[in-house]
């Protein structure tokens, strides 16, 4: 299957989608949210204030019976520090229902209770000035009569009737509030569970498939890559490949002086195996060449494909010319034998040029030339062979030194 090239669009339009549908539910969740909140500041608003208004009504009871403990203390001894819990108990019963009437619990049947308790207190203190007064005019028989009536009880009791009401009443109303507040609570809690529960949801969503596309654009990236600097056939480095490389090395070798050599390679009768047996063969066949170089190789040597059936070698460091027409020949013996099941052996062959630095050229344009015209020399001179470079000049020795691989040894004084 051929690989896919196409760049993984972010998947923008699915996850916008999702996107818009989960902000509607966060947008929708957030608005309940909010009510709630603002539900729960007056839920709390109306607590602070019940709360303020039944204190201040139960301090009305207290400081009345205050203000009616020191006025019978005072009528029956006539000690005068009586007078005190007395003065102080009134202003405070008043002082408290100022408070309740300002406390902001706005409940018309709590004000309009307040407005009777206000005015049975009015008349019950009332009561207690008279007795008093009478008692500091010396009139204690009067004062004491005035007690024996029993006004003065009924409207303490009917004083502590209302207010003890109100104050249940009150209790009541709180505990109400308390328990909306409480569902309420329960409520705001859930609906932010959920609006966090969309958040994360969504981040996750959103994570997963920006970084599965991203991923896929990354291998593609990694596969545009290889395949720009590699050749998709064979998976050999390119020429665009070899040609950085090759700048390196020369550059490199410049500056070292170090020697290395350059061996251009090309199949011989690979045409007819195109022709005779179809591409697919001729695929399968440089495949296979490409393997058997490579299995070939050492460390520090470098194999790339420049094109068709053409493959170039470099090999770092020095080589007489006996090593390289023995590395020539394995090159070229390599590729003798059951290439292809559909090929006799020998069917396809290899010639190679060898050229070196220093010795064949100092740049690559003249080293490349060196090698082309000794490979050259290979193809003219009966091809499946091994050439070198003309010294110095990147011109191939046609004549002398283009001995076939196999034939090295019996050239080998020619070539020395
Ligand atoms: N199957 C296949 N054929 C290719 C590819 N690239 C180039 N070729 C073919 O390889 C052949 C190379 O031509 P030549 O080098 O002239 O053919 P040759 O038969 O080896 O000729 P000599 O080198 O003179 O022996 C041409 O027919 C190209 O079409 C490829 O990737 N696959």
Known sequence: ????????????????????????????????FV??????????????????????????????????????????????????????????VRESLR????????NPGFLANLKVLRQVVESKLAELDHTVQLKQAGKDAPALAVVRTGYGL???????????????????????TMDAFNDRLLRAAVILILILTT?????????????????????????LAMEASHDVLTGLPNRRFFDKWARRLVAKAQ??????????????????????HGHGVGDEVLKAVAVRFQELLRGGEFLARMGGDEFVILMEGEFSRQ?????????????????????????????IGAASFPLNGIDLEGLMQAADDALYASKHGGRGILSFARPGVGAAHHGHAAPTAGAVGEDEAALQ
């Not at 408070?99 to 706005?106: M, T």
């Not at 170090?258 to 045409?271: I, Q, W, Y």
């Open 35 to 92: 009510r709630e909140v603002v539900d729960l500041r007056h839920a709390m608003g109306e607590l602070r204030r019940n709360d303020t208004a039944r204190i201040q009504v139960r301090n009305v009871l207290l400081n009345l019976l205050n203000a009616e403990t020191g006025q019978r203390g005072y009528l029956l001894t006539g000690d005068t520090t009586y007078l005190r819990p007395y003065v102080t108990g009134s202003s405070a």
């Open 199 to 223: 958040v994360v949801c969504m981040a996750v969503h959103a994570w997963r498939s920006l970084s599965a596309a991203a991923r896929r654009n990354s291998e593609l990236a990694k596969r």
């Open 154 to 176: 009924v409207q303490m009791r009917e004083a502590r009737n209302i207010i003890q009401a109100e104050v249940e009443r009150l209790r009541l109303a709180r505990d109400e």
């Open 255 to 276: 500056r070292s002086g170090k020697p290395f050599t350059l061996l251009a390679v090309d199949l011989d009768r690979f045409k007819e195996v195109n022709d005779s």
């Open 323 to 351: 090593e390289l027409a023995r590395i020539g020949q394995r090159l070229i013996e390599s590729v003798a034998p059951s290439l292809h099941p559909q090929l006799a052996d020998g069917a396809v062959g290899a010639s």
């Open 99 to 106: 408070l309740a009437e300002q406390s902001g619990y706005g």
């Open 1 to 32: 299957m051929s690989p896919s090239y196409a760049v993984t669009a972010l998947p923008l339009r699915r996850s916008g989608a999702t996107l818009a549908l989960a902000l509607a539910m966060i947008v929708a969740m957030s608005v309940f």
